[in-house]
């Protein structure tokens, strides 16, 4: 996650040195030795990626290079998903605006993703490419426990997509609005870190930032 700038992000080149939990750009691009990876930085080897331009509830503006999940409250495994959480709190009345279409739904989760790979395992996109002008977005609609475990499990292949209660669609502009007046607004995750509660808007900016792996 990179911090919002009034003199935007693509002045700014980025490496990455493969010592988090996840490293998942790292593994999207195949991992090479640090000194392999200093030299490509050294030389300018960088190629354009794009990014979100995440709006929090509170007005922060802040970039996303990887994913936005909401609700983020059971983010608190190394796969990304905890499958025991306390099942029946999970989900909620959701207000979705993909790309100026907007529907209610009812979301167990919602996640976004610029690149395949999340949490280091998991294929959440196994079509997305970090430098199309879009990012893929999924979302599980209400489904009993097994149902949930099952969709959590084929995350690690790139199956999940193919479950009934997965709607996907790759978007440009998004905006999430917690309908469940009766509960606490969810909790919003960019790039595995916690950034504040719902509503919150993301919009790509193609070609955003310039990385080195």
Not at 5 to 14: A, V, Y
Not at 56 to 61: I, K, L, M, W
Not at 112 to 134: F, L
Request: net charge positive.
């Amino acid at each position: 996650m990179l911090q919002g700038r009034p003199d935007g992000i693509r002045s700014t080149p980025l490496s990455c040195i493969p010592c988090g939990r996840g490293n998942s750009i790292v593994r999207e691009f195949g991992e090479h030795p640090i000194e392999n990876r200093a030299e490509r930085l050294l030389r300018g080897l960088a190629f354009a990626i794009d990014a979100g331009r995440v709006r929090t509830s509170e007005g922060t503006v802040v970039y996303c290079t990887q994913s936005l999940t909401w609700p983020a409250d059971f983010l608190k495994s190394k796969s990304g998903y905890v499958t025991d959480a306390k099942f029946s709190k999970l989900g909620r009345a959701v207000r979705l605006d993909l790309d100026g279409r907007v529907f209610d739904d009812f979301a167990m989760f919602v996640h976004i993703q610029n690149n395949r790979i999340y949490g280091g395992q998991s294929i959440a996109a196994p079509n997305a490419k970090m430098d199309d002008g879009y990012f893929d977005l999924f979302y599980v609609r209400k489904v009993g426990k097994s149902d949930f475990k099952a969709i959590i499990k084929g995350m690690q292949t790139g199956q999940h997509l193919s479950h009934p209660a997965v709607v996907h669609q790759r978007v440009q502009r998004v905006g999430i609005y917690n309908l469940a007046l009766d509960q606490q607004p969810g909790l919003v995750a960019v790039d595995g870190e916690l950034v504040g509660p719902d509503p919150v808007t993301l919009e790509v900016v193609p070609g955003a930032t310039w990385l080195c792996v």
